[in-house]
């Protein structure tokens, strides 16, 4: 392990991680003409098809308002387009259009040699592994026991590092 300033807190560990590989992926990305928004959105459906408001708001982590402009955005660009559910009119699907399914084949090339140009920082850093260790994590916090927040008593102090331990303990 590579000695750092850096709290080994997991919390702070994924956010710090998180922010630096937004960071470099969206000055990417604006090279490229599209924001990190704009990407996360197109990656979605492209993997996936044509999803309802909610889903991709949830999906790409965007608030609400925040989507609704950059789809807006997207639209007028003809990177995406808005059409009413099938099974329920009152729906409103957004689907990849063929110039945003252009864009996506475009950038996903880019974005995947960043990625492993990042990884490749770190040596014996597996991007694939981590990627499914981080998914098998997720996939079990949003689905197990105590899914919700725990209350301030749970936690002492409000931090406790990822072995477990209180900080000061």
């Known amino acids: 392990m590579v000695p750092t300033d850096v709290d080994p807190f997991l919390p702070d560990l994924l956010s710090r991680v998180e922010r630096e590989v937004t960071r470099r992926l969206a000055?990417?990305?604006?090279?490229?003409?599209?924001?990190?928004d704009e990407w996360r959105v197109l990656s979605l459906l492209a993997r996936t098809g044509g999803r309802p408001m909610t889903a991709i708001a949830e999906a790409t982590l965007l608030l609400p308002p925040t989507l609704t402009k950059r789809v807006d955005r997207m639209v007028a660009d003809g990177l995406?387009?808005?059409?009413?559910?099938?099974?329920?009119?009152?729906q409103v699907l957004v689907l990849l259009a063929p110039r945003g399914r252009v864009a996506h084949d475009r950038l996903a090339p880019l974005v995947a040699q960043e990625l492993r140009r990042i990884a490749g920082q770190a040596p014996g850093v597996d991007l694939?592994?981590?990627?499914g260790l981080l998914g098998d994590l997720l996939a079990a916090l949003e689905q197990g026991p105590g899914a919700e927040a725990p209350d301030a008593e749970t936690v002492p102090g409000g931090s406790v590092p990822a072995g477990g331990a209180p900080r000061g303990a």
């Open 128 to 131: 694939d592994a981590l990627t």
């Open 27 to 36: 000055a990417l990305l604006a090279a490229e003409g599209c924001s990190i």
């Open 80 to 90: 995406v387009y808005r059409r009413v559910g099938v099974e329920d009119r009152r």
